[in-house]
């Protein structure tokens, strides 16, 4: 079994897209059906067996937005404290892209500032530690 270097067992793995326009990035309200229901966060999920990471983010953001995206490259990396090691990759969305909330898996989309982001009470955590990564430079897009 693979271990993030704090000991923590990886037991899944996931992505995450990173989609900004204007200044602002793509952020979703997760469906109160699926995990962590009502939480916002940016749009990402499993990697599927034999699925590699560009093509995950592609799945995914079709999955749950209809979006149309072209991977660029993943800018951090992490494990969260359930054991799903993440891999956060910007995204350029396809300007003939009209987002389309998934009905199960997404309830809102928005497009949002690492303020309001950082500001809203129902972020998911994982989500945070990422923006203040971009805030104070130790992450970069």
């Given at each position: 079994m693979e271990r993030e270097s704090s000991g923590i067992p990886v037991l899944k793995r996931g992505v995450i897209a990173i989609a900004k326009r204007d200044g602002l990035f793509l952020a979703i309200r997760r469906g109160q059906t699926v995990v962590a229901?009502?939480?916002?966060?940016?749009p990402g999920g499993h990697i599927e067996p034999g699925e590699e990471e560009h093509e995950a983010v592609v799945r995914e953001c079709a999955e749950e937005l209809a979006a149309v995206v072209e991977p660029i490259q993943?800018?951090?990396?992490?494990v969260t404290a359930w054991g799903t090691a993440l891999s956060w990759w910007t995204v350029v969305l396809s300007?003939?892209?009209v987002l389309v909330a998934h009905p199960i898996e997404v309830d809102?989309?928005?497009?949002?500032?690492?303020?309001?982001m950082l500001n809203d009470p129902t972020l998911m955590e994982g989500n945070r530690e990422f923006l203040e990564g971009l805030q104070s430079g130790q992450i970069s897009l």
């Open positions: 229901g009502g939480r916002v966060c940016f993943c800018v951090w990396r992490n300007s003939e892209s809102e989309v928005f497009w949002l500032s690492i303020e309001q």
